[in-house]
C-alpha cells in the first residue's frame, strides 16, 4: 500500500519491513500465539481500526490482527527487546514497528502523532524465543544468568550474586515461591565460594534446597520468573501500562491484557479496578472531592482461560487469563 506512506508518523519509526501489500507470515516461528482468537475477538476491532500490540514478540498476534484489519487499518506493534525486533519474520506495510516500552505507551503515540487508538493489546511475560536462546539466559538450558531484555541494567547474576539473602527471600516469597527462604539461604551459602554465573548452577541450587520435582512444573520455574522479574522491572512496567493505555484509547477502546502468573493477574486486576471505580475519596467522604471518574469498564474481570484442546497443543498456554476492558 505505497499510496498510504504519505500518511505515516514522522521520526522514522514508522517503518514497514517490506511493501507487500499482503502480511507474510512464515511458518517456522516458534511461539504459539495463546488464547489467540479470543483475544483478538475481545479487541472488537473495525476494519479500519487502529491498533497498538503493545508487546509484538514473534508477530503472532499481530499477524492475526492485520489478518482482520483492511488495507485503511493500522497496526504499532511495540517489542522492548531489539533482538525480538531483529529476528520478526512478519512485514506488512500497515505494521509500525517501535523499539519502545508498553509503560510508555501514551508517550510513543503521541510522538507519532496518534493521540488515540482503537484498541490495545498486552501479551506479558517473554516469547518462546527468549526461552529457546539460551544464550539470552531465561531458560533451564544451561546458559549466563543474564534475563535482559535487551543490554542494559543488571542481569541475573548482579541479582543472585548482589542482593542480601534476605531480600532475595523475601523477594521469591512475595513471588510466589513460599521455599524462597531455604532457597535463598543455598544460594548464599554457595556465593561464599564463588560467584554464581550461569542458569545450570541455580538449578542445581534450588533442586539441593527444595528437592528434584517428581511430577509438575520444574523446581526452579518460580524462581526463575522470580528473577526475570527483578531483572526487566516487569511489574512496575505493567502497573504504568495500565494508566498509560487507557489515556491512549479513544472512547469504547478495548484493552486486552493476557497474564501468566497469578502476580500479573493481581496487578492488572488492581491496576485496572482503580481506573474502573475513579473516586479514590475514603469511604466516609459524603461527597467526592477528588473528581477523579471511572475511565474503564470491565469487560471481563475474572479472565477468559484457555480450553484443555488449546492447552495441550501448548503448555504455555496452560497458565493464561485473559482480561478485557473498554474505555469510557
Ligand atoms: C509473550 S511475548 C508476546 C508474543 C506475541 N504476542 C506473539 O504472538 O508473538 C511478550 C513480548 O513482549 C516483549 N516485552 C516484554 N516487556 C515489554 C515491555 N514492557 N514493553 C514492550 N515489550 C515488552 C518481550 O520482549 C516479548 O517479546
Not at 542482593?163 to 554457595?190: C, H, M, Q, T
Not at 564463588?194 to 539441593?208: D, W
Not at 524462581?223 to 489515556?247: N, Y
Not at 474502573?276 to 474481570?301: A, E, M, N, Q
Amino acid at each position: 500500500m505505497p499510496g498510504k506512506r504519505k500518511e505515516t508518523p514522522r521520526g522514522g519509526i514508522w517503518e514497514p519491513s517490506s511493501q507487500d501489500s499482503q502480511s507474510h507470515f512464515p511458518s517456522d516461528r516458534l511461539h504459539i500465539p495463546v488464547l489467540l482468537q479470543e483475544s483478538v475477538d475481545a479487541l472488537n476491532l473495525s476494519p479500519e481500526a487502529v491498533v497498538v500490540d503493545a508487546t509484538l514478540g514473534e508477530g503472532g498476534h499481530a499477524a492475526e490482527i492485520l489478518r482482520r484489519l483492511s488495507e485503511r487499518g493500522r497496526l504499532i506493534g511495540f517489542e522492548r527487546d531489539r533482538r525480538m525486533i531483529s529476528a520478526l519474520r512478519l512485514s506488512d506495510p500497515r505494521l509500525a514497528v517501535v523499539e519502545g516500552n508498553f509503560k510508555d505507551t501514551a508517550r510513543i503515540l503521541k510522538s507519532l502523532e496518534l493521540d488515540r487508538v482503537d484498541a490495545v493489546l498486552g501479551d506479558l511475560g517473554v516469547s518462546a524465543r527468549h526461552y529457546r536462546t539460551p544464550e539470552w539466559g531465561f531458560s533451564f538450558a544451561d546458559g549466563p544468568l543474564d534475563m535482559r531484555l535487551g543490554e542494559e541494567g543488571v542481569t541475573a547474576a548482579d541479582i543472585l550474586n548482589g542482593w542480601p539473602e534476605d531480600r532475595l527471600a523475601a523477594w521469591l516469597i512475595e513471588s510466589g515461591e513460599r521455599r524462597g527462604r531455604s532457597i535463598a539461604k543455598v544460594i548464599a551459602a554457595f556465593r561464599q565460594t564463588r560467584k554464581l554465573t550461569r542458569t545450570s548452577e541455580l538449578i542445581g541450587l534450588v533442586e539441593e534446597a527444595v528437592g528434584k520435582s517428581k511430577r509438575g512444573s520444574h523446581p526452579a520455574t518460580k524462581v526463575f520468573r522470580a528473577i526475570r522479574e527483578a531483572v526487566t522491572g516487569e511489574r512496575e512496567d505493567l502497573e504504568s501500562f495500565i494508566p498509560s493505555a487507557t489515556e491512549s484509547l479513544k472512547l469504547n477502546g478495548r484493552l486486552a491484557i493476557l497474564t501468566y502468573s497469578w502476580e500479573e493477574e493481581r496487578l492488572v486486576r488492581r491496576g485496572a479496578d482503580r481506573l474502573v471505580k475513579g473516586c479514590i475519596c475514603p469511604h466516609d467522604f459524603p461527597v467526592c472531592r477528588c473528581g477523579k471518574v471511572p475511565t474503564l469498564r470491565w469487560i471481563s474481570r475474572k479472565g477468559i482461560v484457555p480450553g484443555k484442546r488449546e492447552v495441550n497443543g501448548n503448555p504455555s498456554a496452560r497458565s493464561a487469563k485473559l482480561f478485557v476492558l473498554e474505555r469510557l
